[in-house]
């Protein structure tokens, strides 16, 4: 697992959310939007974004109802935001 990525988009409240979820035990995305009351397709858009992202990576996929279920887990302990991103912090 890697111990700091580069993110080069910022995190919204909900994909952070799903990070933190993802950090605590491997998980697919109905199991998260379950455990922070989100719908799982608007869970699922931000696990492929941090998918891409290189944040979060498959564990396994497993039949489930005639189609695949996807398990992930983040893949990093910390995230560093580019600076260029956040723009100038306040002194």
């Keep these: 697992m890697a111990t700091l990525d580069l993110v080069s988009a910022p ?14 035990a491997p998980a697919s ?4 939007a379950g455990a922070l009351g989100e ?21 396994e996929e497993r039949a489930r109802r005639g189609c695949t279920e996807r398990v992930v887990r983040a893949s990093c302990h910390a995230v560093v935001v580019e600076p260029a991103v956040v723009g100038s912090m306040p002194e």
């Design 11 to 24: 995190l919204s409240p909900l994909r952070r959310a799903v990070l933190e979820a993802l950090s605590e």
């Design 29 to 32: 995305a109905t199991e998260v």
């Design 39 to 59: 719908s799982r397709q608007r869970v699922n858009y931000h696990v492929r974004a941090l998918e891409r992202e290189g944040l979060v990576e498959l564990v």
